[in-house]
């Protein structure tokens, strides 16, 4: 009888090595193994015939990195998402990606299943579960080391007995997942969330203090909310990121210590790097404050909020993504413009921007003789913005100053009254 | 006949000289001058004396930092307060207290007006005037400033005719406004916002590249949201703030480079420095990180947003400022614990939190074997958590893999492929 | 020398008739006349040549409905906008369509100013000035009747020393607005809150208690969020609207008495008649009921609140308009399928609905034995769903059942349990 | 050996009757049986040996009337929930309060666990369970309907076969809640959304086709939020709810025909009956439209979504309910004032509302000579209010009237036009 296949989601690592022969062993699946490089720098060629070694009938390399930044990355961007404030959302924005193509793959092959390679912990497996079932729910989703229950040194053994090659730095403490836009590191010492993050959590970013003693000023050129140059150089997103993950990186920009919410309802303590992630959400904004009229730059973080929330939570293929997004993308349509940021030390400032479309307008900001401001104008709608707190003070007295704390300060000074 | 009474805030400076002559000149008023030390280091022996000096027929000074940091930084430390994320409110939040104090003399003072030095174009006009309205509606209210339409130069001529000193740096380009919570800046070279601030736009932050080689880390312990140790020594929040603005403002930490939209409708570019504000404001958001549900954590930047909005936009007298404080007053009651900042060349870091009140559980967050989280039940989460958006795609067929993007990617190493 | 041309919103009534006489008196303009049908039901002809007849130089009628159906309507229906949940935005949607005409028309006809008849405290004025300085910011805007501080009394001898009709009804206490989606209606005795409104008052509904003895269900069929047939028969949405207003307004349908809080500051009471906008509202969203997945649903309320606020405040042409629309037509894409209504005595009740994109699964649902609902999965779902507080009232104890409220009933009860 | 004691919700129907057999059966629990009255007007006497005869070793019954009215239902109107705007939270409400009394007694009795008799399909299973395990964590929870997996006519064979009393309607198609707040109702006939619902399915309130023929007026006067009286009669708040059930329920005011969104991830219609519920949360809402200012009128609803999601989601006990609940309460101080509601036929309405705490001020808001309003004041306002939008249509000129629609309509026209 002819086998039923499975696309696996492969990283090279030893899980999902492991989790090749499982999938034959447990499930009699024939496994086509699929390695996406969105940044990360992998070594394709060899995940590739690792893939085959172990005993995939098929290995899938793809270099989705254009793909990720322009399709993935970008919308985050103009969204200035941060999760919480703080996470760049980097593993949570490939995963929709990555399972994309992985059903993209099964449906090519006629695979019967898919496949990834987290645990039943963490927030990758919603967004892979969630993303596989909006993209086809026909397949079938198996999540081996979810479903294992092997321990590490089970593991180690299984894979041993199966020529399985354990990588050397099998001990290494960290759990990293990297991509264009940024590195995550969780697990071991980092568990502490006293403990500062030792020197080797870190990889993208050079340490603040070894970091150069000259600060650093870069220009990004935005065009309708998209970084389209980098000094001047025009360039590719997705190549500008790289380039920029390495300047700001080595100024030690980018380092984020963050304990943080999972969807799945614990708190887990988080080390992330994201030097050109940082760097550009800074200058996009500060471009935003100079092109995006007031009404919408005070209504668009409320949707922002919403679209890092859905992100993070695996909703990528969620209708509500979709129409979070049809706001945003209208709201770039001027943030066009060019922003100074100074780099130093781990530090990203921005110190000037320009804009054709700048709102920013020199005759009434100014103070100066040619101020253009009609400052009677305030009079009145100092008069009506005021208002319904005037009403609610008349009717209700809530506020007549009889607090002792006033008094107080008042009474003491009384001494220091000439008179 | 008897004149009739005004209370003017009182700065020392020469706007508000002039404003006490003038408003004898043009309303005939006794003028009472108030002056208070909200933390921006005033001589106040200096300034009550000059109000007598240039005409005042009473001149009050006020020490009003305790009252400041404890009933009006502190609501804003706790609702981690920034405008438009990044501004923390400096002025916006001395203002209702300024209005409050000026109020209570006018009305022990029986005083019919009071008086501001504001001009037409700012926030601090309307802050002013809509909590004089609410505190006492009966009051008159002159702006001289926004009144009597004099240019700088006019202003020094008629100061000069009514003997009051002018300042010899009368040609100083920045107009600045500083408290406690930190120090704010605007005009001159600063409304281009594409330029640099100068070193000269800066008093209380260090230029980082000028700060200490070494970084300091600082304990700073809080009781249910509030600071109450810094590195172990208690002290009270205002003498605390006074400390770290010079701990934090040594190292650069603090300065802030913002195109900020103005109630009036204006952008306007400032420059602020803010080192206490910035570095506790980190620090407590580190520690509700580790201390608040999720729930919480996810629904109080909504409430933060529409506070930042209410206080900026001069509304602190209305019930809505009283509402949004029950409920952050409510999220505060287990924000205890210490966290650990890195200050270092311009950037604070934090790097370590602990808490009693800790809801980071070390059981369910680890990947060791003393694991309890219940990788089950996470099946079933997420069977539920992506029904409403498989259902969608099911019944609409939304999200078909049939991208040209995924084809051509998938096309693209389709050779890489070993039979 | 030749005369500058002013463009005048003109109804036909007393205050922009005198208004057209008012202008060339004072401000020596040439008067166009330009009047709309926005489905108030107007006699265009009339309109027309009485505007000639008090001295326009040129008189414009416009058939608006269509337009205002598509362009204005529409994205308010597709948004559900109630302001203040209540009051459909009748004159605020009408209102830029209005200004957009005149603008085009003063740019047609090379005219230096436009002008309107709204008084200096209600809504109009703002939404009036706002759209022209969007969309021409060279006119200069006239506001005569704001600006002319005549009493009533004197309007009326002003208009019979010029020869300008004055209607017989002068002594209405109403001041009504009218068009296609619903009648507003202020003044007079509805300034008492806490009166009823008079049987006067209202114009397009019958008065519930004579309303037909017999309920009449309407079906109304959406495509993607727009109304296309009523009861079957397919028609333009201006037809539909007005045909629905006269049966439902038949049957009492469409009464709103509001108390609501104006952009000027204030707050007044208004009794609005809006029969074909409440029942379709109500049939538009029991159609969202069933076609939106929940992220959907339960985000977009927070849209629709901004985008009602949005409009009623004078912003239709601020980029947050768009940005906020871009997000409700993403969202209407599945919004299509048919609702039953029953209308009777003054209630317009949704009773079934039905959509070939209905994401109402009744395998899911059903408690019948061909459920298909995984009742396992909810275990899992329940456990990290309510961890977040587990934890929380675990480390913090704060729910611990010692209310005494809770100890007084079950103590209470001690008596009646048998041993 | 001493067997080990369960508390179990006991409603006296068959599900729960067969519950204490079989908690008994599979897991040789003691069982103590507790029925609370929350208003649906039970036999307690009834039930409570019902519960004994069928094998609970002791049966509390609890009248928790008064303690659900004013610390559940009172914090529920006061935020005037609405789940998706429809549904009053009904069942939402009595969980977190019966769960409290189950812990409360377990506590008490020295109990190790609690049960419930909810599917897995539903809300209440994860109000219930979330409840008890932020009340006490160590309690083991046990669902024996969720966990039986017993069709319909096993669980009636197994009740036979046990001495259990099978109710002679058990072929009833409906599945019933009900408490002072409403009563819910869902299944059968009702799945069919496109289905009017039959008469049947209602229970508390008259068809609005056979109620009165003539409208009737209630007065309900309100004390910082809190209904105290009922047409002038002062009243504890659960007897007024009992009242006004069958005042605004006989003149068929309170039916809702929902589909709903469920936490667990599927649409399920509901029929709910509320008529007190939907008549005070009427009379509330035009209280509050009276007497809160703008600002708090204007932000509280998207505290109230929260909280209604918060409630539905069964997080009563989280932190987030209380931080919430102390936003609206802060809200309420001034709610104070009477309320005329017209009840007809099926519909509630507000025709007058007054209170000393008006925030309506008769002469803002007059057009009549005694206009107290600052009509020069607008202009300002206006100015100000709409430069962004301004200043943005200039620099971007985003609005230029070019569309064809325009042109268009004005075109059509332009014959009309006498010269």
Not at 166 to 188: A, H, K, M, T
Not at 192 to 217: F, I, R, S
Not at 244 to 267: C, P, T, W
Not at 282 to 303: C, G, N, Y
């Amino acid at each position: 009888m002819k086998k039923e296949k499975i696309v696996l989601a492969y990283s090279g690592g030893l899980d999902t090595s492991v989790a090749i022969k499982w999938l034959q062993d447990k499930y009699n699946f024939d496994v086509i193994a699929v390695a996406l490089d969105v940044g990360e720098g992998k070594d394709l060629e060899f995940v590739k015939n690792k893939a085959l070694d172990v005993g995939a009938i098929k290995s899938y390399v793809v270099d989705a990195k254009s793909l990720f930044a322009d399709e993935y990355v970008l919308p985050a961007l103009q969204a200035n998402l941060l999760y919480e404030s703080k996470y760049p959302l980097i593993s949570a924005l490939s995963r929709p990606l990555i399972a994309k193509v992985l059903v993209g793959i099964a449906e090519k092959e006629g695979a019967v299943a898919v496949a990834h390679g987290c645990t039943g912990k963490g927030n990758d497996q919603v967004r892979f579960d969630v993303a596989f079932t909006a993209l086809n729910p026909d397949l079938k989703i198996v999540a081996p080391v979810r479903e294992w229950a092997m321990s590490r040194d089970e593991e180690i053994a299984y894979a041993e007995e199966n020529g399985i090659p354990v990588p050397v730095d099998i001990d290494n403490p960290y759990s990293v997942d990297q991509n264009l836009w940024g590195r995550s590191n969780e697990c071991g010492i980092l568990e502490d969330p006293w403990a500062e993050a030792p020197k080797g959590a870190y990889d993208l970013t050079t340490d603040p203090v070894d970091a150069p003693d000259k600060p650093q000023v870069v220009q990004i050129t935005f065009e309708q909310g998209k970084p389209v140059s980098l000094d001047g150089e025009a360039m590719e997103f997705s190549q500008l990121i790289l380039k920029l993950n390495q300047i700001a990186g080595k100024h030690g920009v980018g380092r984020i210590d963050h304990v943080e919410n999972r969807l799945v309802g614990i708190k887990s303590r988080e080390i992330y790097e994201a030097p050109a992630a940082l760097t550009l959400i800074s200058a996009h904004q500060e471009l935003e404050a100079l092109t995006l009229p007031r009404e919408v730059a005070q209504f668009k973080p409320t949707v922002e909020q919403k679209l890092a929330q859905t992100v993070y939570d695996g909703l990528w293929y969620s209708p509500l993504t979709k129409a979070l997004q049809a706001f945003i993308e209208q709201t770039q349509t001027h943030v066009s413009g060019t922003v100074k940021v100074k780099l130093y030390k781990g530090h990203a400032q921005v110190i000037g921007r320009e804009s054709a479309q700048s709102l920013y307008d020199f005759d009434l900001a100014t103070y100066k003789p040619e101020d253009s401001f009609d400052h009677e104008a305030a009079l009145g709608f100092i008069k009506l913005w005021g208002l319904p707190t005037k009403v609610h003070a008349a009717v209700n007295q809530t506020n007549a100053v009889t607090d002792e704390a006033i008094e107080n300060v008042v009474v003491d000074v009384k001494e220091a009254v000439k008179q």
